[in-house]
């Protein structure tokens, strides 16, 4: 056998393969995500200037938060409490969620006059659709699904990146740690892929990582494995696919895996059902104890129905290890129960930090500016690949680089990607499923094994499938 045969599998060709492929399947998804994931880091300063003219009012005295929400139903027939946010200042409107059937209100009433300000569906809100966006691409949890299999080829697309990017026989850190911006346009590119690559890649695995507990797929498998090993709760502080809907459809506004409460008034499976009527006045009695506790903004006092029994009142700050819970007792507004960041499980504390890092929410403005800088990274990744392989490419093919010889496998390679599988089990499955479209389809089809670039059906190393090697 030559040399080359006798080299372990992968090698630098066979990574730069799998770099290839994955970017393929990546790169559209990877905009889309940084884009939208941009602007929502934003989210506090977009909806402080889409709300600005219902903070600004003169309010001489306010009446009562019963009467506020009174307002607010009678300004929608038909409609039913569902949630009340505690004013951010004296001169804000209240903020009062009801439904209509399945649909969830936000209505802004003047809290001295009582005057309807202003109404809109939960879902038309600018923020919620740019969160629908980017957790499942408006497309409910086949969408999510999609979004959760992109987030793991990137991981892969970032991790063999970084040992494509590792210097070898290096003379100087150009190229490496900074680019050579003006050595010809090719150079040019391939440097800004690399260096940005290399910078912005831990963050950007980071991000992708802490996004996964909202993906219905791993959402769903995360509880499973947290139910087997006995270390499920009762109410997680996040929720992932359908779970968002449903929450939404209660009135809790933005998201309930972003932090919104719960449904209110509707079964777990999100379906209407009986509710006795809820004495209003509680929230005047609650508020009192409330406010003295100096909460986190924004903080909403909910009635009992679906999952809580109880009136509550939480902080849902973004910065959920600032976050309380109340549970109040709604004849004298004193509290019943009180759970604070400190108080759950350690795996629900190690997500809300990471949730909140995620968001931008974590450690202020410096949070924010380095996930502006990881999308716009992956941004920049993103446009800088597509130069490269136009510039790169040979006509009539796709352009994806050539196989090599038969090296012999690498088990301990083997055994990493069975473990990733493990973590990632839908990453585990689309590679599953592409091994074997390739083997039993693309392969043996000349012209198209010849676009792709890919090796033969006969001849081929068992386990080591062309379109990802």
């Not at 027939?77 to 004296?90: A, C, I, R, V």
């Not at 939960?122 to 691409?137: K, N, Q, S």
């Not at 992109?150 to 680019?179: D, E, F, H, Q």
């Not at 769903?220 to 494995?225: A, E, G, P, R, S």
Request: with cysteine; charged share 15%; hydrophobic share 45%.
């Amino acid at each position: 056998r030559s040399s080359m045969s006798e080299k372990s599998w992968p090698d630098y060709r066979a990574v730069w393969r799998w770099h290839f492929y994955a970017g393929l399947l990546c790169i559209p998804f990877v905009i889309v995500l940084s884009v939208s994931g941009l602007i929502y880091l934003f989210k506090p300063q977009i909806e402080a200037w889409n709300d600005r003219h219902y903070d600004n009012l003169t309010v001489a005295q306010s009446a009562s938060a019963s009467d506020q929400i009174h307002a607010a139903i009678s300004s929608i027939p038909g409609s039913s409490f569902s949630s009340y946010e505690l004013p951010k200042s004296d001169s804000s409107a209240a903020r009062v969620v009801v439904r209509d059937g399945q649909a969830s209100i936000r209505v802004y009433v003047n809290p001295q006059t009582l005057q309807v300000m202003h109404s809109v569906p939960e879902d038309d809100r600018i923020m919620r659709w740019i969160f629908r966006l980017h957790g499942d691409l408006l497309m409910g949890n086949r969408g999510s699904n999609l979004v959760e299999m992109a987030a793991c080829w990137t991981i892969v697309l970032l991790i063999t990146g970084l040992y494509l990017w590792w210097p070898r026989n290096s003379k100087g850190m150009a190229g490496v740690l900074y680019s050579r911006l003006f050595s010809g346009s090719r150079l040019f590119w391939r440097d800004i892929h690399a260096v940005v690559g290399m910078w912005i890649s831990f963050l950007a695995i980071f991000l992708l990582l802490t996004g996964l507990p909202w993906a219905k797929f791993w959402g769903d498998y995360f509880k499973t494995v947290r139910q087997v090993t006995g270390t499920a709760v009762a109410k997680q502080d996040w929720s992932h696919g359908s779970d968002r809907s449903s929450a939404n459809r209660g009135g809790g506004g933005e998201h309930a895996g972003h932090g919104e409460h719960v449904a209110v008034g509707f079964t777990d499976k999100g379906t209407a059902k009986e509710r006795p009527a809820v004495d209003l006045t509680a929230v005047d009695r609650i508020i009192v104890t409330v406010i003295p506790l100096q909460l986190e903004a924004p903080v909403i006092i909910a009635a009992p129905g679906g999952r809580s029994a109880t009136w509550t009142a939480k902080s849902n700050t973004a910065n959920r290890p600032r976050r309380v819970s109340l549970d109040l007792n709604p004849t004298t507004g004193e509290i019943l129960k009180r759970e604070d960041f400190k108080d759950r499980h350690w795996i629900d504390r190690a997500v809300g930090f990471g949730v909140a890092a995620h968001e931008g929410a974590l450690f202020g403005w410096f949070n924010q500016l380095l996930g502006v800088l990881a999308t716009l990274g992956l941004i920049l990744l993103s446009v800088s690949a597509v130069v490269l392989w136009w510039k790169r490419r040979d006509w009539g093919v796709l352009g994806a680089p050539k196989v090599g010889l038969n090296p012999k496998v690498s088990w301990g390679l083997v055994f990493i990607i069975a473990v990733i599988g493990i973590c990632l089990p839908l990453f585990a499955a689309s590679l599953a499923f592409v091994m074997i479209i390739e083997w039993l389809v693309l392969s043996r089809i000349l012209t198209v094994r010849t676009w792709l670039g890919l090796r033969s059906a006969v001849g081929q190393i068992p386990g080591n499938p062309t379109a990802a090697s």
